[in-house]
């Protein structure tokens, strides 16, 4: 069984504060006697569920496209708990309680319950968000060299009420010190999953020459 766990992208949902969403231009149109439909999609990069690239945040860092595809395929996800809400952060000791599994995980994905807000509160959810902080993230990165990948189940790994802490978190995980980089995944829908049950995940972004990021389809195999 698949399920995916990358939202639709729609011209309705909101972005980080202060970014560009989505803009769809019919170019030809049925309605209006073509004979056919085609679109113009204007996106910006970090909308919806979208990957960070180590060139996000790194400049010598790897753009998506040039990176290994065994990059974006995740054979011993991991899905934990650990609830937050506005502005929260996600810190060391919170990740403390599951190191022996986060030893075994090549994906690590975190749900706080604050993507309920996504559609109940878009605008608490794009700019009061949670976050992971730096000192977590530093953790990651000395602890779990086998982990390739971070994800969660609000709009940035940074929250928009502190984005001092939520830069140099991204610059841990993306390797801008020297280490990783952490792949980070953004706005994910976790609703439904269960740990135990999820055999693998497979994470392909938009392999586009020139940008540090990508908008991602995200895909679980469920066992059962």
Do not use: C
């Not at 995916?4 to 011209?11: P, V």
């Not at 990957?51 to 945040?57: E, I, K, L, T, V």
């Not at 990059?71 to 919170?94: C, N, Q, T, Y």
């Not at 993230?137 to 602890?143: E, G, N, W």
């Amino acid at each position: 069984m698949y399920k995916r766990i990358s939202y639709t992208l729609t011209t309705r949902d909101r972005a980080f504060p202060g970014a560009p969403t989505m803009h769809i231009q019919p170019f030809e149109s049925m309605e209006k006697g073509d004979l056919l439909n085609t679109y113009q999609v204007t996106l910006f990069n970090h909308f919806g569920t979208h990957m960070d690239g180590p060139n996000h945040f790194n400049g010598n860092g790897r753009q998506l496209y040039e990176m290994e595809l065994s990059r974006f395929i995740f054979e011993r996800p991991l899905l934990i708990d650990i609830p937050k809400g506005e502005g929260e952060k996600v810190l060391a000791e919170d990740l403390l309680p599951y190191g022996e599994k986060i030893k075994e995980a090549d994906l690590l994905l975190i749900r706080s319950g604050f993507g309920g807000m996504r559609q109940t509160d878009s605008k608490v959810y794009s700019e009061r968000g949670p976050a992971v902080s730096s000192q977590a993230a530093r953790y990651l990165v000395d602890h779990f060299p086998a982990l390739k990948a971070i994800g969660m189940d609000w709009i940035s790994l940074a929250t928009p009420l502190d984005m001092e802490d939520g830069i140099r978190a991204h610059q841990i995980l993306l390797g801008a010190e020297g280490d990783g980089p952490i792949l980070i995944i953004e706005d994910l829908d976790l609703r439904g999953l269960e740990d135990e049950r999820l055999e693998r995940v497979y994470a392909l972004p938009l392999f586009v020459e020139g940008i540090d990021s990508a908008p991602v389809t995200v895909v679980a195999k469920i066992m059962g």
